[in-house]
């Protein structure tokens, strides 16, 4: 099987010789960059190497590698026509985050889904977007088998760019639109049983009409049951000839609205309808925001793995164009599926571990700590 490796520029940096050297005595930085037992050498090196943009191609150059970059997670059997997008463009910053003892696990993986509504006594139609009731308990019951748990946007955030810490098998519950009545009713519930937190694509500009609307969801806040992020100002659909003002107003318009309501800026941008283009992106990340989330159902995702289709990779951002799941009847299937995906992942990540720490010795001048997970 012909491994696919990733498209990583290595950043050896001339400059960095010094630097270098003294990470060999003690380069494993770890997780904690604000942790006091760090050296302020240790932390502003890792806050080198993964904030700080390349200045210019003569200050930083990048010979080529000698070594193939670390493959990225090809198991055919699983893989079911996904079609795996990377993101990090340092392989030793992914080398580092994906070993790191303080890291997500390898195989760590995340089923994110859209909801709307859900129905008592009717079947699912194909293309509709609720979920009948019974279907919703069943997938419920599947993820507490499976051991999935929910996790908030911020997490997600922090787990896409850095693999920070997450449960193995994780989900992102996201309700969109507005309905409380359905929150009140189903997601709620769910979400005070199973400790759980339902985000939410929250619809912002007439919030204010809806007498004792922000009151209500505030409650729900407060007690973490929510994570209210944004899905508009007005559910604007953008298109490519969308004036930047309206773009701006959807993107921008919901940041302070909500700031104010729950104390947090948004992070995540639900697109309303799934329609986005790359100068809406280009501005969403302007406005703040780190993730975006599709209508399209790619798959799950993993650290430096988003599964794309064709238009969402034209956009050039994967963390802005997010595929989730739909709320349907083969919900179950979809967790167990992203299970098995992770399980797999995780088996070829320890083959793979000889190989990268290999890598890692030649080309970042350290030596990846040996996982708890391998002999
Ligand atoms: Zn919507």
Excluded at 61 to 85: I, M
Excluded at 110 to 120: A, D, G, L, N, S
Excluded at 135 to 149: H, I, M, N, S, W
Excluded at 189 to 199: K, L, N, S, V, Y
Aim: hydrophobic share 40%.
């Amino acid at each position: 099987m012909r491994k696919r490796t990733l498209l990583l520029t290595i950043t050896l940096p001339v400059v960095m010789g010094g630097v270098v050297l003294s990470l060999a005595t003690a380069c494993w930085v770890g997780r904690e960059r604000s942790s006091p037992t760090l050296t302020p050498t240790l932390t502003s090196i890792a806050a080198m190497v993964t904030a700080t943009p390349v200045p210019t191609a003569t200050a930083w150059p990048t010979p080529s590698a000698t070594l193939p970059a670390p493959a990225l997670f090809t198991g055919r059997k699983v893989l079911a026509g996904l079609q795996p997008e990377t993101y990090v463009t340092d392989a030793c910053q992914y080398l580092r985050e994906r070993w790191d003892a303080q890291s997500s696990a390898p195989g760590t993986v995340v089923v994110p889904v859209m909801f709307h509504t859900v129905f008592e006594g009717v079947a699912y139609r194909p293309g509709e977007t609720y979920i009948p009731a019974v279907d919703l308990q069943r997938t419920v019951e599947a993820a507490k088998r499976l051991g999935f748990e929910t996790i908030t946007a911020a997490q997600l955030a922090d787990f896409l760019e850095h693999n920070m810490r997450i449960p193995p098998r994780s989900m992102i519950w996201i309700l969109d639109d507005r309905h409380p009545d359905m929150l009140d009713k189903y997601f709620l519930p769910i979400a005070r049983e199973q400790g759980w937190t339902m985000t939410l694509g929250w619809i912002v500009g007439d919030t204010d009409h809806r007498k004792g609307l922000w009151k209500q969801v505030e409650g729900w806040s407060a007690k973490g049951y929510v994570d209210v992020q944004s899905h508009g100002y007005a559910h604007y659909y953008v298109a490519d000839d969308s004036p930047d003002a309206l773009v701006r107003q959807e993107l921008f318009g919901p940041v302070a609205l909500l700031e104010q309501h729950f104390g947090y800026r948004p992070i995540a941008f639900v697109w309303p309808g799934g329609d986005v283009t790359a100068r809406s992106v280009q501005l969403a990340r302007e406005a703040g925001y780190r993730l975006g989330f599709t209508v399209f159902a790619r798959g799950p995702l993993m650290y430096n793995w988003v599964p794309l289709g064709q238009a969402e990779r034209a956009i050039g951002d994967p963390l802005m164009v997010l595929p989730r799941f739909w709320a349907r009847p083969d919900l179950p299937d979809k967790l167990q599926e992203a299970a098995r995906l992770g399980d797999a992942a995780a088996a070829q990540s320890f083959r793979d571990f000889a190989q990268e720490a290999e890598y890692y010795r030649l080309m970042c001048g350290c030596e990846l700590p040996v996982p708890s997970g391998s002999e």
